[in-house]
């Protein structure tokens, strides 16, 4: 385990207060076993966590675009392995998920783009959101812009308390490491 004042909780150490998040999305993930730490964030956070991941409006195919590349932009290698292997069994391959990394052609492209934007210059230029809603529809780019938001949280977290990736994502990404690591 790292050398952090906020390691992941194990299920002995999970506050009852959240019980009940300790059996579904929250206590599968080593990033939602550190957020455990304050009970009441995690609860307020498990709303907006089914809209981002499970609702969203870009689907599950641009959500993992943009939430590779924010995981890029902002060096959190937790959140690109964790990504990777979702992204993997979403059916991307490890070349398209390198150009993530790098600038992708086309659509992916243009959600990168977005991507960088809003870490950048904290928003969308009108031409930029314009061209997207066209693309994608305005719900998504809204979905896109709460995405970038919510995952730049979770990146800070992360860094800031050194989560350990998990176990089932490191031996899998030992065994397959092609896109893997980040940078």
């Known amino acids: 385990m790292t050398d952090t004042p906020c390691p992941p909780l194990t299920d002995a150490d999970w506050p009852e207060e959240i019980a009940d998040l300790r059996d579904g999305f929250a206590g599968q993930l080593n990033v939602y076993r550190t957020m455990a730490h304050h009970p009441a964030l995690l609860r307020a956070w498990a ?46 391959s490890d070349a398209r998920i390198a150009a993530i990394r790098d600038m992708p052609q086309g659509e992916e492209g243009l959600i990168v783009r977005a991507v960088d934007a809003l870490l950048d210059d904290h ?48 031996k899998e990404l030992g065994a397959e490491p092609a896109a893997g690591r980040l940078g």
């Open 123 to 170: 928003m969308l230029s009108p031409e930029q959101e314009a061209e997207l809603a066209a693309a994608i529809g305005r719900a998504a780019v809204i979905d896109l812009i709460a995405t970038v938001g919510f995952y730049s949280i979770l990146g800070y977290l992360l860094m800031t308390y050194r989560t350990p990736l998990d176990d089932d994502i490191a």
């Open 47 to 92: 709303p907006l966590r089914q809209h981002v991941v499970k609702d969203s409006a870009l689907g599950p195919v641009r959500s993992e675009v943009v939430i590779l590349r924010a995981a890029v932009r902002l060096g959190s290698s937790y959140e690109w392995q964790q990504h990777v292997s979702r992204a993997r069994k979403l059916g991307l």
